[in-house]
């Protein structure tokens, strides 16, 4: 008889313990560390995400941006930085949760592949030549020119287009806005096809070798945050804090600190 109890209670006591387990009676959903989210981003495109001299602190509108929005929707977030053309993949593959890039929601088959938020600010692309340059816009280009980009946005699109259309000698797309610069100033290329605000941040410390020349051109730009495609859940979190630092301040105020 006493076996026979002995295995009863043990039996018993698998299937308690299996039970409490299986519906999370482990801790599991009382998770006490919350999950911290992988914001990933391209850091040299200054004001809205970039590093100074050697430092890795990635600082900026977009990363004070999400700072607020986390705090706002009691998100733990930290940042990656990684090559443009991989923050999509980063999204697909499990490898970022956010993207904060100033990317811009209506380009190609970007809306295919991640989920975008509402639009927190708008932008065109501009040509920024040397101080010296003969150029008066985009126009102006000829076939014996070369303009640099970066590699996977929209700017580095244009001018890989523009090469194709015969229009220019070569489109240089490169990893790093910085050295789309450079290569401007070394007289590499003729012209970089840049983002209106970020020209214009370069500007600010660079007018005396530089200028921007022309009008705006391209497709009109609306930057989003991006999240894993199907994560409802945190684009709406992101959403709802945008529309908050919007309601009460912040918003203006990050403006004026990083585009003014
Ligand atoms: N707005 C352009 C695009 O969406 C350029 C974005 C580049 N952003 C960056 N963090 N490097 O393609």
């Known amino acids: 008889m006493k076996k026979k109890t002995l295995v009863l209670v043990l039996a018993l006591a698998m299937v308690f313990t299996f039970a409490l387990s299986s519906c999370g009676g482990g801790g599991s959903a009382e998770k006490d560390e919350e999950q911290v989210l992988r914001v990933v981003t391209e850091a040299t495109f200054a004001p809205f995400e970039f590093t100074e001299d050697g430092d890795d602190e990635i600082k900026g509108f977009d990363v004070d941006m999400m700072n607020a929005i986390a705090e706002d929707q009691g998100l733990k977030i930290e940042f990656i930085n990684m090559e443009f053309d991989s923050l999509i993949p980063a999204l697909?593959?499990?490898?970022?949760?956010?993207?904060?890039?100033?990317m811009n929601k209506l380009a190609g088959d970007r809306a295919e592949k991640a989920d975008f938020g509402d639009t927190y600010f708008e932008s065109d692309l501009m040509l920024l030549v040397k101080s010296d340059s003969t150029l008066?816009?985009?126009?102006?280009?000829?076939?014996?020119?070369?303009?640099?980009?970066q590699i996977g946005t929209t700017g580095g699109e244009y001018v890989q287009t523009l090469e194709k259309d015969?229009?220019?000698?070569?489109?240089?797309?490169?990893?790093q806005w910085t050295d789309s610069y450079m290569q401007l100033q070394n007289g590499d290329v003729q012209g970089v096809v840049v983002d209106k605000p970020v020209g214009e941040a370069y500007l600010n410390s660079h007018s005396d070798i530089a200028k921007f020349v022309g009008?705006?051109?391209g497709d009109?730009?609306?930057?989003?945050?991006?999240?894993?495609?199907?994560?409802?859940?945190l684009l709406e979190k992101l959403n709802t804090g945008l529309a908050h630092m919007k309601e009460n301040g912040t918003y203006d105020e990050l403006v004026d600190k990083w585009f003014s």
Request: no cysteine; proline share 4%; charged share 25%.
């Open 92 to 102: 697909e593959s499990d490898q970022g949760d956010i993207i904060a890039a100033g």
């Open 136 to 149: 008066t816009s985009i126009d102006d280009v000829t076939p014996d020119m070369k303009l640099a980009s």
């Open 166 to 175: 015969g229009k220019i000698a070569q489109g240089v797309v490169l990893n």
């Open 215 to 217: 009008e705006p051109f």
């Open 220 to 233: 009109h730009e609306e930057f989003a945050y991006a999240v894993q495609k199907g994560n409802t859940e």
